[in-house]
């Protein structure tokens, strides 16, 4: 699914509203917990986004910070070490819930069955 996501010349907000509805349902997380959701993942994530890894994305509005942390998770390519080793070291310090707000979400086969076909959805695998 990758490949259908880290395409810059078709990627655009659109597609990336998409992928974050996705996870908006999968985690159930109600509106007015939104902002509260995005702003631990904005601290969370901010050492590992580079931004000049997306510049490429023309059609992507990269000030708009769910955009950018849906495509960098996506296609960051430095993103996804730089994460997995933070993890590490909060799993070392038992700190995981500073490390990741959702880490305690336990999702059944069937939701994860919807959130990947939500996303293949969304990409149009």
């Given amino acids: 699914m990758k490949a259908g996501v880290c395409k810059p010349e078709t990627t ?3 597609l ?3 992928l974050a509805d996705c996870k908006k349902n999968f985690y159930n997380i109600p509106a007015d917990k939104m902002a509260e959701h995005e702003a631990k993942y904005t601290e969370m994530m901010k050492d590992c ?3 000049d890894e997306l510049k490429a994305y023309t059609k992507v509005d990269l000030t708009n ?3 950018k ?3 960098m998770s996506w296609c960051g390519e430095g993103f996804q070490k730089c994460m997995h080793e933070k993890w590490q070291k909060a799993k070392e310090a038992k700190t995981e819930e500073k490390a990741d707000p959702d880490q305690k979400h336990h999702p059944t086969a069937e939701q994860k069955t919807t959130f990947q076909t ?3 959805n969304a990409i149009k695998v």
Wanted: glycine share 6%; hydrophobic share 45%; net charge positive.
């Fill in 49 to 51: 986004v580079k931004d």
């Fill in 69 to 71: 942390f849906v495509l």
């Fill in 118 to 120: 939500c996303l293949k």
């Fill in 12 to 14: 655009d907000n659109a």
């Fill in 65 to 67: 910070k769910i955009n």
């Fill in 16 to 18: 990336l509203g998409k």
